[in-house]
């Protein structure tokens, strides 16, 4: 059924940290997952220079902008970005409830992939908690459009991402992805999918302060002439790119606190469209609704899911 599905909620056995740079700001950062207990949710704490901590939980409420990345908070001061590659990872190897703490503005790029990601988390592993995982169930269509992109939500038994790409370049063109998600074809098939960009963008990204520490040790460049710069070439041969794309919708789609049972659907979306997209299935109430199971398989059938209070659980409260 759903990403991870294991009845029970989860948090990692220990701590374990990871250290890198940050793609936009060029900073050394470094994160640590900490355990949490049940019901805590995802949060990240960004810790500063003077002592001070700003809190945010991974929630659909909490996240600003959404032009190159994905950033929760409101202020450049108290804000975590690029958070989406940490995020599908947590989301699709089933971690319910952690504590990142960041020493940064956000998240280390790594190799522009969620792999560094998983390899840390499957390091120590994940334990149950012995209370019951919620989960969000898609009861009717929900879609959204902006100009020629679109996104949708619709029903489905089990965990589906349908994503499509469309480029007006000859290397990328019109790719798609889609496929049941679990872990293992995650882990397999989109973990390792790393960000893109154009050679052509990086004087204009440069001069707006992003893009500072991005090289292709952490991204694919593609050059003037329409191919890819990077020495190893691509690591999913013509299609990395729907891939990554597929990814970063997997980190977005978290934010909606709670695993999700239903398909999504986007044909040339993106970080915003993934937000507004989540937005819109949250504010219709008539849309979805919060399920549990006690069952510890991987698949159930749809009977077995009981339908609970909502305001209870409320994933996507701030």
Sequence with gaps: MAIGLLGFQTTVSRPVTLSGIGVHSGADVSITLNPAE????????????????????AVSSQVGNTDLCTVLGFSPAHSVATIEHVMAAVYALGLDNVVIEVQGSEMPIMDGSSLPFVEAIEQVGLVSLGVKRRYIRITKPVRIEHGGSWS???????????????????????????????????????????????????????????????????????????????????RYAKDEFVRHKTLDAVGDLSLAGAQFIGCYRSYRGGHKMNANALKALLAD?????????????????????IAVSASEFAPWSA
């Excluded at 049940?38 to 939980?57: A, M, P």
């Excluded at 000859?170 to 790719?175: A, E």
């Excluded at 109430?285 to 899911?305: D, F, G, I, K, W």
């Design 152 to 234: 949708e939500f619709r029903p489905y038994d089990g965990t589906r991402f349908e994503v499509e790409i469309d480029f007006d370049c000859p290397l990328i063109g019109r790719q798609k992805w889609a496929g049941d998600m679990t872990a293992a074809v995650f882990k397999a098939e989109l973990s390792r999918a790393r960000t893109f960009g154009f050679m052509r963008d990086v004087e204009r990204l440069w001069a707006s302060g992003h893009a500072l520490g991005s090289s292709l040790e952490n991204s694919v460049v593609i050059s003037d002439d329409n191919t890819v710069i990077n020495v190893e070439g691509l």
């Design 285 to 305: 109430s008539s849309a979805y609704e919060v399920v549990e199971t006690s069952t510890p398989r991987q698949r159930v059938a749809a009977r077995e899911l």
């Design 38 to 57: 049940s019901g805590t949710g995802v949060v990240f704490q960004r810790l500063h220079d003077n002592g001070d901590i700003t809190e945010l939980k």
